[in-house]
């Protein structure tokens, strides 16, 4: 089946630093992923969408010069959280879209980041 | 605009049956994605509606009705793993808009 991948799967920073997250698929090529943040006890909600060779699409109230993403590859999209602050706290999930066969709307997801910014 | 609605928490008897609602509103709807998250664990898909009617699999169903913006998650022969939250996911555009989940507790 699809598989998708974090790294890493925990981090803890500094308030000021900025902090790097990979999403691979693992076995399949991805065009689109999609990265989401989480709050305890709420659901997912997506920050943005991110295409290959293209620049990412941010959902509303989302600062994209926070938040960079970069998807560099059919298998690979990277989001930075820079200038970190506590409040960017949050558990970060990527996912992506296997368009080669089955459902076209099926999206997996990866394992998640715990980012903690002290 | 869009809105999920699902109710909060539910507490429900191993072995028993229970039904976890969720209703949307959303403009360009191309279906109905269940997913189920254990507590620091991703979502994992459990099914996916996008024609008016019941999906079996297994112990799990889905229910959708498009006219009524309603859906259902149907779990039979609760076991203490079903313990989790379910979320429910509407596809607008290409994209998934969540509910605020469901945090279902399986006692014995």
């Known amino acids: 089946g699809a598989v998708v991948s974090q790294h890493p799967s925990r981090v803890i920073c500094k308030s000021g630093t900025s902090v790097k997250i990979e999403c691979r698929s693992l076995?399949?090529?991805?065009?689109?992923m999609f990265w989401y943040r989480q709050f305890p006890k709420q659901s997912l909600m997506l920050m943005a969408t991110?295409?290959?060779?293209?620049?990412?699409?941010?959902e509303q109230g989302v600062e994209k010069d926070k938040f960079l993403i970069n998807h560099a590859s059919l298998t690979l999209s990277t989001l930075t959280v820079t200038s970190a602050h506590p409040e960017d706290s949050s558990f970060y999930i990527c996912?992506?879209?296997?368009?080669?066969?089955?459902?076209?709307?099926?999206?997996?997801f990866g394992p998640g980041t715990r980012l903690t910014v002290t | 605009g869009q809105n999920i609605d699902q109710p909060t928490e539910m507490t429900a008897t191993e072995g028993a049956i229970v039904q976890i609602n969720c209703t949307y509103q959303t403009s360009g709807f191309n279906g109905l994605f269940w997913y189920q998250q254990h507590a620091g664990e991703a979502p994992t898909f459990l099914s996916y509606n996008v024609l008016d009617g019941l999906e079996e699999k297994g112990r799990f169903s889905s229910f959708l009705s498009r006219s009524k913006g309603y859906s259902y998650l149907l779990l039979k022969e609760l076991q203490m793993k079903d313990s989790a939250s379910y979320l429910c996911?509407?596809?607008?555009?290409?994209?998934?808009?969540f509910g605020q989940g469901t945090e279902l507790s399986v006692k014995p």
């Open positions: 996911a509407a596809l607008q555009g290409g994209k998934l808009i």
């Open positions: 996912s992506a879209r296997d368009f080669s066969g089955g459902s076209s709307y099926e999206q997996y």
């Open positions: 991110s295409n290959e060779g293209s620049k990412a699409t941010y």
């Open positions: 076995d399949f090529q991805a065009t689109t």
